[in-house]
Nanobody, 123 residues
């Protein structure tokens, strides 16, 4: 399964963006799809994930502002980002895991990483 992340861009604080993660060569329905981000000079960090059963998890920094969802017909997972802040500036990646739910925030449980899409939020 190959992943393609898209939808990044340059926005102002308070704006919204929707990132897409499209799979080819396989289906999402058997996987948890995770979103991670890496800001300049920082390590890649967990942002959110959408589980194969339809549940989701978010890091505290984005709770209430970001929502992840899946369109099975399009084999695409989305990350809706509202009320963006300058500290959300990063390259955003999507990846797949089959790990147990307690491990979905751990980067090393993921594979099939997409190439990343850059989000820049100006103040």
């Amino acid at each position: 399964v190959q992943l393609q992340a898209s939808g990044g861009g340059l926005v102002q604080a308070g704006d919204s963006l929707t990132l897409s993660c499209k799979a080819s060569g396989g289906l999402f329905r058997s996987y948890t799809v995770g979103w991670f981000r890496q800001a300049p000079g920082n390590e890649r960090q967990f942002v959110a994930c959408f589980g194969w059963s339809g549940n989701s998890k978010y890091t505290n920094d984005v709770k209430g502002r970001f929502t992840t969802s899946r369109d099975s017909a399009k084999n695409t997972v989305y990350l809706q980002m509202n009320s963006l802040k300058p500290e959300d500036t990063a390259v955003y990646y999507c990846a797949l895991t089959t790990t147990v739910w307690s491990g979905v925030t751990q980067e090393n449980n993921y594979r099939n990483w997409g190439q990343g899409t850059e989000v820049t939020v100006s103040s």
